[in-house]
């Protein structure tokens, strides 16, 4: 089974800020993999699928990169509506699996 | 308008079973694969179970096989979950989602496992 390292666990940052997430496949994933962001109370949302590509209507400063184990989520310019939980998930091979999050928080 | 609604979710008590259900609507359903996905109350993400368009293959995480059984009726556009053997682990708020990587969940149905 494939295991997914998400760091750091929480990011404590200012509005307008860069951010860098990271997540680290277990074995290699080619560009299978998808980032999600959760808030309090609501269904996670798909930001970004084939580890570059960006969910219709989802804003340009989140973009993604990576393939095979590393991959990154990058906010180029943190707006306040991005404090909430991230997610990577793997969909290479069964079962899928998600990293453990990453809480953005406001510094 | 796509829509999955989950349901079915109660207060069980360990060693019971449960079965949730996800009704869909605006897609051809049995193109589709499908997931199961719970979130324990404050945690993480959890992917639970999938299954094919056809329903011919299931799959599941190591923490469920033997206990769950995911499957689908094409006909009813519905999708489910049996639950057996539930613990308090398996509390969570259960979600269903169209395909692997997907803009496309329901709402979620709570399960609590507690005597």
């Known amino acids: 089974d494939i295991q997914m390292t998400q760091s750091p666990s929480t990011l404590s940052a200012s509005v307008g800020d860069r951010v860098t997430i990271t997540c680290r496949a277990s074995?290699?994933?080619?560009?299978?993999l998808a980032w999600y962001q959760q808030k309090p109370g609501k269904a996670p949302k798909l930001l970004i699928h084939?580890?570059?590509s960006l969910e219709s209507g989802v804003p340009s400063r989140f973009s993604g990169s990576g393939s095979g184990t590393e991959f990154t989520l990058t906010i180029s310019s943190l707006r306040p509506d991005d404090f909430a939980t991230y997610y990577c998930q793997q969909y290479d091979s069964y079962p899928l699996s998600f990293g453990g999050g990453t809480k953005m928080e406001i510094k | 308008e796509v829509q999955l609604v989950e349901s079915g979710g109660g207060l069980v008590q360990p060693g019971g079973s449960l079965r949730v259900s996800c009704a869909v609507s605006?897609?051809?359903?049995?193109?589709?694969?499908m997931s199961w996905v719970r979130q324990a109350p404050g945690k993480g993400l959890e992917w639970v179970s999938g299954?094919?368009?056809?329903?011919?293959?299931?799959y599941y995480a190591e923490s469920v096989k033997g206990r769950f059984t995911i499957s689908r009726d094409n006909s009813k556009h519905t999708l489910y979950l049996q639950m057996n053997s539930l613990r308090a682990e398996d509390t969570a708020l259960y979600y269903c989602?169209?395909?692997?990587?997907?803009?496309?969940w329901g709402q979620g149905t709570m399960v609590t496992v507690s005597s």
């Open positions: 605006g897609f051809t359903f049995s193109t589709y694969a």
């Open positions: 989602a169209r395909g692997l990587a997907t803009p496309i």
């Open positions: 074995q290699s994933i080619n560009t299978w």
């Open positions: 299954i094919s368009g056809s329903g011919g293959s299931t």
């Open positions: 084939r580890a570059s």
